[in-house]
């Protein structure tokens, strides 16, 4: 028997192990059926009753369930028994229990994973890829070579997660390259100058000319983008429920209380105004401005001939500017 590989618990307190080998064990049972004490009749291997299925000690002290006194070489045993099973009649229920056996794998490497990535990013959305990537390394697996489960389903975990998160990214692979030249590129100018570069120090340490390195600008600003219900870092570090990114965008389409008082404002200027010009005037400016007449219909009104609405309305427009100007500069 090899040695055991601590496999990560589900909790993180602990670890359990597992080590696959070669199929020559397979006279052992299946971890269920390597350390159940009780016979199928309800009685303990030496004779004396069970109640409820928990075998009774002499003393009439009910005796620890089996489930609680296997040793890990009983689960491991058991596991190895179950792979080989599997590996002959590769059934999905046998599938299916090792699957849950190495789930604590796939928490595990997602919460590896997951520390890297944005706030964003659901680690219960990593876990889920991971199962695939778990779920296919099974499948895939080949006990007889001799090798490490645990390591070979850790790799196939992480490239499912990291495969599933590509496939939900609109960059591509080359311009995440790029940025990540970049970064550094900046990280090891800012180290040796001890400023902030310029393009132009940036474009001879990347060794491209300025103009490519703008024409990548322009491409990076695809990676600059952040999720609007990402919260604020005031109200994150507060503890509390933070405003959200998208709370602090402007409205474009709301209205701006500072421009509807001043419009309310200029209206009760403009109002006054017309108040106080001459009663011909002030019929021209109504009939033209508020009842959309024209000047040939506002003569027929008035008596007058066109030419003459159109030097009342010069007059009241001048005569409407200088009163506005007037109260604008009292």
């Known amino acids: 028997m090899t040695e055991p590989t601590p496999v990560p618990d589900v909790a993180g307190g602990g670890s359990r192990t597992a080590t696959v080998t070669s199929p020559s064990a397979a006279h052992v049972g ?12 309800g009685h303990h291997a030496d004779g ?19 489930s609680e006194s296997r040793t890990a070489d009983d689960v491991e045993a058991g596991i190895i028994a179950l792979w080989h099973t599997y ?22 490497v997602a ?15 990593l876990i889920q890829s991971g199962i695939f990537g778990l779920v296919d390394a099974i499948e ?29 990214d609109w960059v591509p692979r080359s ?11 900046l990280e090891r100018l800012g180290a040796r100058l001890q400023r902030t570069p310029t393009d132009r120090e940036l474009a001879a340490e990347l060794k491209i000319g300025l103009g490519e390195l703008r024409e990548l600008y322009a491409q990076l600003q695809l990676t600059s983008v952040v999720a609007l219900d990402e919260l604020i870092a005031a109200g994150r570090s507060a503890g509390g429920a933070g405003s959200s990114l998208a709370e602090s965008l402007p409205d474009e389409g709301a209205e701006d209380p500072i421009a509807t008082l001043v419009d309310q404002d200029s209206r009760r200027q ?31 009104v008035l008596g007058v001939t066109e030419s003459r609405v159109c030097q009342l309305h010069t ?11 007037e109260q604008l500069e009292s």
């Open 175 to 185: 311009v995440r390259s790029r940025a990540r030249d970049v970064e550094r590129a």
């Open 270 to 300: 403009l109002a006054d105004a017309i108040a106080q010009l001459a009663e011909r005037d002030r019929v021209v400016v109504t009939l033209y401005y508020f009842e959309n007449l024209t000047l040939a219909e506002i003569g027929k």
């Open 111 to 125: 919460g590896r994973v997951g520390t890297g990535l944005p706030a964003h990013v659901d680690v219960a959305d």
């Open 140 to 168: 895939k697996f080949e006990p007889e070579r001799g090798l490490k489960f645990e390591t070979y389903a850790m790799q196939r975990i992480r490239g499912a997660i990291l495969d599933d998160l590509r496939s939900q």
């Open 87 to 108: 590996g002959v009649s590769g059934e999905q229920a046998l599938r299916d229990r090792l699957v849950l056996h190495y789930a604590p794998l796939v928490k595990y």
């Open 48 to 66: 004396e009753p069970s109640h409820n299925g928990h075998a009774v000690s002499s003393g009439g002290r009910p005796a620890h369930p089996a």
């Open 315 to 325: 007059r009241a427009v001048l005569r409407l500017r200088t009163k506005l100007n």
């Open 30 to 41: 299946t971890s269920s059926e390597a350390s159940t004490p009780a016979g199928a009749n």
